[in-house]
DNA sequence: GTCATGTAGTGAATGTACTTCACGATGTAG
DNA sequence: CTACATCGTGAAGTACATTCACTACATGAC
């Protein structure tokens, strides 16, 4: 053997972070749960509670999926009373997505209880390793998308 | 302003992790399609790839889904030729989901492209970083189950 | 052996997420 | 004003997932 190696597999690198990726989308579920809501209408409130009020077509386009199924989710959310379709001004094709006081109140939920999970996941690591952390994380997310258009063009 | 802080956010760091899966699951996507599966149904094969021919229990057990669901795709996946189910020697009541060739082949390129994926995201990684990454990555990991744990008693 | 109880898988019914296709209503450029 | 693109939605269909009820089989108590 030419190396002694103390190595650290790949693969199983990239299997801890889909199982922490995995384990993240668990605690979600939880608050999923707690809140009445499915994991397809929570997404649309948070894309919501980062850009605001937002016609349909460009919820499927943050959301990635085509402009019927968010006619169907936000359906949902309109029963629930997380948000209303109201008018927009100046095109009176669209809708602006928006949400009521008890969907601004879910998104404000999520939005704490994901910093909170964040702070106690990485609170506690010294800042020198999480600054490393956070390059390699960066450095892989950026070699990652340059090896998608490579498929892409192909 | 007490720090000057050159600090890497929790909340942005967790979001990087979350992109990354995203990112790798938008690749599982483009498998699932040149091999015309769904993901439920690679899951379910991966599963199978990694504990060997299963009771279909087991599999629900494994995918964290109903009995009553593994049977719904047991059945697209003996329709597709990838699997079939086998009698169990000495328990009659019970099924064992076996890949055909069909199936092991996939299982094969499933593997494979994983391991591809995880060494071209994290082959150039110098090794001290990548261990550092590797260890934020665990601690975290098992911050989190103690976390789970927690919520589950109360 | 038989009887009670539990376990493995499935039919029926239901709900959500998602898609494509077709269409009406509105915006926009020429 | 006409052609064309865009915004949302009805209709129809697929996949994933659930619960409930049921059959077939296993297993331990007696």
């Known amino acids: 053997m030419k190396y002694i190696h103390y190595m650290t597999e790949t693969t199983e690198v990239l299997d801890r972070v889909l199982l922490l990726a995995h384990l993240v ?38 959301l990635e999926v085509t402009p019927r199924n968010v006619t169907g989710l936000v ?8 948000v209303t379709r109201e008018a927009h001004p100046g095109d009176r094709r669209a809708t602006l997505v928006t949400p009521t006081p008890l969907g601004a109140a879910t998104i ?7 910093a909170d999970l964040a702070r106690r996941l990485f609170g506690d690591v010294p800042p020198a390793r999480l600054a490393v952390f956070a ?10 998308a340059r090896l998608m258009d490579q498929v892409q063009e192909s």
Do not use: Y
Request: net charge negative.
């Open 25 to 62: 989308q668990a605690d979600m579920a939880r608050f999923e749960r707690e809140e009445g809501l499915t994991s397809a209408r929570v997404h649309l409130l948070w894309v919501l509670g980062s850009t605001g009020p937002s016609t349909q077509q460009a919820l499927a386009h943050a």
């Open 75 to 82: 359906d949902g959310l309109v029963a629930s009373g997380h």
């Open 108 to 114: 404000e939920g999520l939005t704490s209880s994901h």
């Open 135 to 144: 390059e390699v994380l960066d450095g892989t997310t950026q070699r990652f």
